[in-house]
């Protein structure tokens, strides 16, 4: 529990930081601290239902997953600009629409297709991104190495959610399940920070 809410201070700490300095530089630095803030009131309120009310807070998990869709494909169509990032962002969401319109009580479990789907398309913007660093395009490249790898471990551990809960796994496996992906979050936020503080933070005292 205590590495859960380290964490969420942690995630906290970034989007405070990015948001310090919203105003001052470009277009993907605006979209990626809206992206914090967004999984930062997220994982807030999960919190509170889930901690302090003590009631389910699992149909929040398609509340993050859509944000992060959306507002990470608009961080990497201004990293690439590629169109084709815009033109699967309304095909993907309509899908989704019609998957809890089609079965609303989807929402109450997980959605193990449309992360899943989400998330692979993410995964390959970032590998599409590192080829574009190898040309020089350095900006934002510790952040995108902690998206690659958060993302391929969250992806087989998210779409394997209904699988956790229809077996009968054991509650260890279960409990190593869910910490690894908190760790591998933790170091998310951490190379977030070392973004923030390598190519952002003397930028911001110079100004």
Not at 112 to 117: E, L, S
Not at 152 to 159: D, Y
Request: hydrophobic share 55%; glycine share 4%; with cysteine.
């Amino acid at each position: 529990m205590w590495f859960g809410i380290v964490t969420s201070i942690f995630l906290m700490l970034n989007t405070f930081l990015y948001f310090k300095s919203f105003i001052k530089f470009d277009k993907a630095f605006k979209i990626f601290s809206i992206y914090l803030l967004l999984m930062c009131l997220v994982q807030v309120i999960s919190i509170f239902i889930g901690k302090v009310l003590h009631k389910p807070n699992l149909f929040l998990s398609h509340f993050y997953f859509i944000f992060q869709f959306i507002f990470l494909s608009l961080f990497y169509y201004e990293l690439i600009k590629s169109k084709i990032i815009l033109y699967m962002i309304f095909p993907i969401f309509s899908y989704l629409g019609y998957q809890y319109i089609d079965s609303p009580e989807m929402f109450f479990r997980y959605n193990a297709v449309g992360i899943a789907i989400t998330q692979i398309l993410l995964i390959v913007y970032s590998m599409v991104y590192f080829y574009h660093s190898l040309q020089g395009k350095i900006v934002f490249i510790i952040v995108n190495i902690g998206l690659f790898l958060y993302l391929i471990s969250s992806t087989l551990i998210f779409a394997s959610g209904n699988l956790i809960f229809s077996i009968n796994i054991s509650e260890s496996m279960n409990y190593i399940l869910i910490n690894f992906k908190r760790i591998l979050y933790f170091v998310f936020q951490i190379l977030i920070f070392i973004e923030w503080r390598k190519n952002y933070y003397k930028k911001i005292h110079r100004s």
